[in-house]
């Protein structure tokens, strides 16, 4: 096993390696920009290098930065997280021609499922099934007007090299056909460098299932059972969940099978997920596979109890897999909300700043996964996210009531969080039921809605009293206590905020 690793990350994420590694007394070396100097993973790990500026293309987008901390350090193996250069295949290259190990999939398998029309051609070779559409990249033109009219309108434009929702364009009649692929193209090729796009079939209320999957170095690959990700805004995810409310173990089986095709059809090790889309007959589609550690992945871990990071250190280290598929089971159920610094009252806009007051929930059941701590700073240069809350019970509905009981305790100043949203949501029937799909958010909640609500006189002067009470400099009261700085944790509920619902 390696002695010594360097993580080419920040954040929750570069905090969850660290404390992986640590349990196996791996050494860690943390990166970190000037934005960074103070922050969590630069303080938890055995050491720290500076790699440059603030803006992530001045430092943790610099390979021969990282590279160079990680020769100095004497690191043996890199993780690169998620994001960044996770799953950029030259940083892959630029790691093992340095002498040192990556920790994840093979730089081919990261540049062919990086081309999602790559990907495809290798899926449908493979016989994996994917959404109905065209096999490789097509230009704006009769061609493509005639494959649009036998896929079925509406049909969905996709940017070959796209990521994080960009450069997609829903379709719904012949006439818009033309336009809508020029300008996907051309902001393909402003976010991507590549103006390449393609045609799918759009699918009317989907469910965004996943696969985990882990393949050691010689050919023996399991999967770990699926994610539900369908709560989403602007196809970017914000619950998700292990195992899915309608997955039956049969569909398991199945969608677990074709999802180790995909893998071995690209020649994979090491941890990763495949996406598939289901309908509403059941069938699944795959649309593309993600070459690196999920942000969800600790649903996967909670009810499976396989520490993803831990496996992906020794299957880098060269060790075989020794968990067998008849071995993972589930084990109760997990949710995951994505906390973010964000004002659901402003349309979502990032609210950066230092965090002046934080009580994390706890208690039976929670995993709070974060890379802030009080005083820190959320900053603008990154993700605002302020934390992956995990909530684990012995069936859905447990794991629903502790999340809402773990938002609810969930305390933030100095900074305004989506907290209130992800309570409506858990909160909201639909939910409760498993009855939802990719547009759920957008199906039940207007954001433009989500202005304060009428003016709870008494509520508001409970509330001036407490805080009044707490601003005296009494010696009762302690220094850690949160100042009124119009963001009072009394206000974390979504209803008492007023937010509402459809
Ligand atoms: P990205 O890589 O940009 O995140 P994905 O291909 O992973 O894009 O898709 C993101 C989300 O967009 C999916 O989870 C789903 O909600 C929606 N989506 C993608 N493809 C389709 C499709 N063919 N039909 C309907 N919705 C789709």
């Given at each position: 096993m390696f002695k010594r690793i360097l993580i080419a990350n920040r954040g929750e994420i570069a905090v969850r390696i660290i404390r992986a590694a640590s349990e196996m007394d791996?050494?860690?070396?943390?990166?970190?920009?000037d934005a960074d100097r103070l922050a969590l993973h630069t303080r938890l790990a055995d050491y720290a290098y500076h790699i440059g500026l603030s803006p992530s293309q001045e430092s943790y987008l610099v390979?021969?930065?990282?590279?160079?901390?990680?020769?100095?350090?004497?690191?043996?193996?890199?993780?690169?997280?998620?994001?960044?250069?996770?799953?950029?295949?030259?940083?892959?290259r630029a790691v093992a021609d340095a002498g040192l190990t990556f920790i994840g999939p093979p730089p081919q398998a990261i540049e062919d499922m990086g081309l999602k029309t790559r990907a495809r051609e290798i899926m449908i070779a493979a016989g994996v099934p994917v959404t109905p559409g065209t096999e490789s990249a097509i230009d704006p033109g009769p061609e493509a007007a005639?494959?649009?009219?036998?896929?079925?309108?509406?049909?969905?434009?996709?940017?070959?090299?796209?990521?994080?929702?960009?450069g997609m364009r829903v379709v719904e009649t012949p006439d818009d056909l033309i336009k809508a692929m020029e300008s996907a193209s051309?902001?393909?090729?402003?976010?991507f460098n590549n103006p390449q796009i393609y045609i799918e079939k759009y699918l009317e209320g989907p469910r965004h299932i996943e696969v985990q999957l882990l393949a050691d170095q010689y050919g023996h690959t399991i999967h770990l059972n699926e994610?539900?990700?369908?709560?989403?805004?602007?196809?970017?995810?914000?619950?998700?969940?292990?195992?899915?409310?309608?997955?039956?173990?049969?569909?398991?089986?199945q969608i677990g099978a074709a999802a180790i095709k995909a893998a071995r059809a690209c020649g994979y090790y090491n941890a990763g997920t495949v996406e598939f889309l289901l309908d509403r007959n059941k069938n699944f589609y795959f649309i593309e596979m993600n070459t690196r550690l999920q942000v969800e992945h600790p649903v996967t871990e909670m009810t499976t109890g396989i520490d993803l990071v831990k496996e992906?250190?020794?299957?880098?280290?060269?060790?075989?897999?020794?968990?067998?598929?008849?071995?993972?089971?589930?084990?109760?159920?997990?949710?995951?909300?994505?906390?973010?610094?964000?004002?659901?009252?402003?349309?979502?806009y990032p609210s950066t700043g230092m965090v002046k007051y934080l009580h994390p929930p706890a208690g039976p059941g929670i995993r709070n996964d974060s890379g802030i701590y009080e005083g820190g700073e959320i900053?603008?240069?990154?993700?605002?996210?302020?934390?992956?809350?995990?909530?684990?019970?012995?069936?859905?509905?447990?794991?629903?009531?502790?999340?809402r009981r773990a938002l609810q305790e969930y305390h933030i100043t100095g900074v305004r969080s989506n907290i209130p949203f992800c309570l409506l949501v858990v909160e909201h029937p639909k939910f409760i039921e498993g009855d939802f799909d990719t547009h759920f958010i957008s199906d039940h909640f207007r954001i433009e809605d989500m202005a304060p609500g009428p003016v709870d006189k008494e509520k508001i002067a409970a509330i001036a009293a407490v805080l009044a009470y707490h601003a005296k400099p009494a010696a009762s009261v302690s220094a850690s206590q949160p100042q009124n700085d119009g963001v009072s944790p009394w206000l974390s509920s979504g209803r008492r905020l007023g937010l509402r619902t459809r």
């Amino acid at each position: 096993m390696f002695k010594r690793i360097l993580i080419a990350n920040r954040g929750e994420i570069a905090v969850r390696i660290i404390r992986a590694a640590s349990e196996m007394d791996i050494e860690t070396v943390a990166v970190f920009s000037d934005a960074d100097r103070l922050a969590l993973h630069t303080r938890l790990a055995d050491y720290a290098y500076h790699i440059g500026l603030s803006p992530s293309q001045e430092s943790y987008l610099v390979i021969d930065r990282i590279l160079d901390a990680a020769q100095k350090s004497g690191a043996e193996a890199i993780h690169p997280g998620y994001g960044f250069l996770a799953e950029n295949a030259d940083f892959a290259r630029a790691v093992a021609d340095a002498g040192l190990t990556f920790i994840g999939p093979p730089p081919q398998a990261i540049e062919d499922m990086g081309l999602k029309t790559r990907a495809r051609e290798i899926m449908i070779a493979a016989g994996v099934p994917v959404t109905p559409g065209t096999e490789s990249a097509i230009d704006p033109g009769p061609e493509a007007a005639k494959i649009a009219e036998q896929v079925g309108y509406p049909v969905l434009i996709k940017a070959a090299s796209g990521g994080g929702g960009k450069g997609m364009r829903v379709v719904e009649t012949p006439d818009d056909l033309i336009k809508a692929m020029e300008s996907a193209s051309r902001e393909a090729a402003s976010a991507f460098n590549n103006p390449q796009i393609y045609i799918e079939k759009y699918l009317e209320g989907p469910r965004h299932i996943e696969v985990q999957l882990l393949a050691d170095q010689y050919g023996h690959t399991i999967h770990l059972n699926e994610r539900e990700c369908s709560i989403q805004r602007r196809h970017q995810k914000v619950v998700e969940e292990a195992p899915s409310p309608v997955i039956t173990p049969d569909l398991r089986a199945q969608i677990g099978a074709a999802a180790i095709k995909a893998a071995r059809a690209c020649g994979y090790y090491n941890a990763g997920t495949v996406e598939f889309l289901l309908d509403r007959n059941k069938n699944f589609y795959f649309i593309e596979m993600n070459t690196r550690l999920q942000v969800e992945h600790p649903v996967t871990e909670m009810t499976t109890g396989i520490d993803l990071v831990k496996e992906q250190f020794k299957i880098a280290a060269g060790e075989k897999l020794t968990i067998q598929q008849e071995d993972v089971t589930i084990h109760g159920h997990a949710i995951e909300c994505r906390v973010y610094a964000e004002d659901p009252l402003n349309n979502f806009y990032p609210s950066t700043g230092m965090v002046k007051y934080l009580h994390p929930p706890a208690g039976p059941g929670i995993r709070n996964d974060s890379g802030i701590y009080e005083g820190g700073e959320i900053s603008i240069y990154y993700d605002p996210l302020i934390s992956k809350l995990v909530a684990w019970g012995r069936d859905r509905s447990e794991a629903i009531v502790r999340m809402r009981r773990a938002l609810q305790e969930y305390h933030i100043t100095g900074v305004r969080s989506n907290i209130p949203f992800c309570l409506l949501v858990v909160e909201h029937p639909k939910f409760i039921e498993g009855d939802f799909d990719t547009h759920f958010i957008s199906d039940h909640f207007r954001i433009e809605d989500m202005a304060p609500g009428p003016v709870d006189k008494e509520k508001i002067a409970a509330i001036a009293a407490v805080l009044a009470y707490h601003a005296k400099p009494a010696a009762s009261v302690s220094a850690s206590q949160p100042q009124n700085d119009g963001v009072s944790p009394w206000l974390s509920s979504g209803r008492r905020l007023g937010l509402r619902t459809r």
